[in-house]
């Protein structure tokens, strides 16, 4: 439960704008082909949840090759892991819920040295996963205010289900 | 509507045992490395649904490399495409769904010779992943019937979501 709460503050501050002085991660860019990535799991937020305005959608976790080792162990993660978190639409019928159209994607990338304020991660999100339109303006208040407790699993809230 | 009520028949068809005359599949076995595969969508079916005994769960599909090309033009399909669905667990509170452990795999095999009868498509659902626990007694029963409806899209029901 505690992990569920933090995995839902941490994607919150990816997402919610603030107005604190912009600090955009401006080299990260969408990564392609990251279906094809190790899917570590699917989350779905409802309108019953309050939080439901600004991140509702089915989420989607995947981590490329080099993170995927990591993931399993729990961390640590060495530089060049990626995490994509694709966010769709859903719908719910009769008791079933399918997933609908691509609203964006959240990254994070681990690059020690570059993005060594931020615990060695770069985050951003990109609206309809269009590199010309990201969202992050300031990764510390956005992001990383809320990854830092999570600084034994190297920063991860991701665990990995068998 | 017709595309998520035929699915949920021909999974339920895959799912549910039927008293009639046994013909395995028991040539397939379960893939491995299939979370690498291309993550094609994730359904869920909770409570509500009238299919949430035999069904209930949050269902990842998948789709090899092999197949993956086939999947993005709605068929048909090479043989050597395999599908995945792996069926976990899932738990929400306050509006936010979280996935669980493993319950087992559902597997769609193509190889039109071998499987001619069943439109080419070789079916089976492994209880826990486990090679030992297959679940399907009677392909044609509890699979195909719900498939062939499909023909147009070569017996399959998911289809590309970008």
Redesign the interface.
Known sequence: ?RG?IQL?CATFAVLVMTSMAARPADDITPPSGY?????V????????????ESLGG?H?V?VNAVGEPALKKGGPYPDGSIFVTDL?DFS???????????KGIAVMVKDASKYAATGGWGFQFFIDADAKKPFVTDVVKQCFGCHEPQKTADYVYSTY??
Chains 1, 2 share one sequence.
């Open positions: 439960m569920q839902l279906r094809n990535w190790f899917h799991n699917t989350m779905i937020i409802d309108k019953a949840s309050p939080l439901f089915m989607s995947h769709h719910t019928v009769d008791g079933t819920t399918t997933e609908g159209k691509l289900i068998p």
